[in-house]
């Protein structure tokens, strides 16, 4: 099964980043735009990659739950709505006993779709977040011990934040 940090670097496939850093603007990317490049992420990944190869529609699939589950972390949509359209069921555990499983015939999504499930049952897919900075919204898992992280790198988006709110008191009080 794959794991929630996994899940976040599915999730920042795309990359809405807009922010600029030591003068340089960061472009926003889509990673996943051909059928090679999902499966080359595939493999980087350790997810399966069927023989026969992929197809644009197997993109637009992967594209469409990447979205889903990224409006789901953003509150435009819920997490059933998001997984309405996976089959999701119990199957044989290899330890002997049950485990969620989903059915797409497409055995990479239906990794990420059966570790947001149970993610979601464990009560741990709150820990996928997107960072709080409206010109960031990286993805990330949150392993802090209160699981209140609101960035997803203290040392720039937490700090930029910081140092903006510091700055616009200042700016204020003189």
């Not at 990224?70 to 330890?95: H, I, K, N, W």
């Not at 741990?124 to 900075?133: E, F, I, N, S, T």
Request: charged share 25%; proline share 5%.
């Amino acid at each position: 099964m794959a794991t929630l940090s996994l899940i976040a670097e599915f999730l920042n496939t795309v990359d809405h980043r807009t922010f600029s850093r030591h003068g340089e603007t960061h472009v926003a990317a889509d990673h996943l735009t051909s059928p090679r490049a999902l499966a080359d992420w595939l493999a980087d990944h350790d997810l399966p990659v069927p023989r026969a190869g992929l197809r644009p529609a197997d993109v637009t699939a992967t594209v469409a739950l990447r979205t889903a589950l990224r409006q789901v972390l953003t509150g435009e949509s819920d997490g059933p709505a998001a997984l309405a359209g996976y089959r999701l069921g119990l199957a044989p555990a290899p330890s002997g006993g049950l485990r969620i499983a989903a059915r797409s015939g497409r055995p990479w999504l239906d990794a990420i779709v059966e570790t947001v499930a149970h993610s979601a049952a464990r009560g741990d897919w709150g820990r996928v977040k997107l960072c709080a900075a409206p010109d960031c919204r990286w993805a990330f898992h949150d392993t802090s011990r209160s699981g209140r992280g609101r960035w997803c790198a203290m040392e720039i988006c937490g700090n930029r934040h910081k140092t903006r709110t510091y700055r616009e008191r200042h700016h204020q009080a003189g």
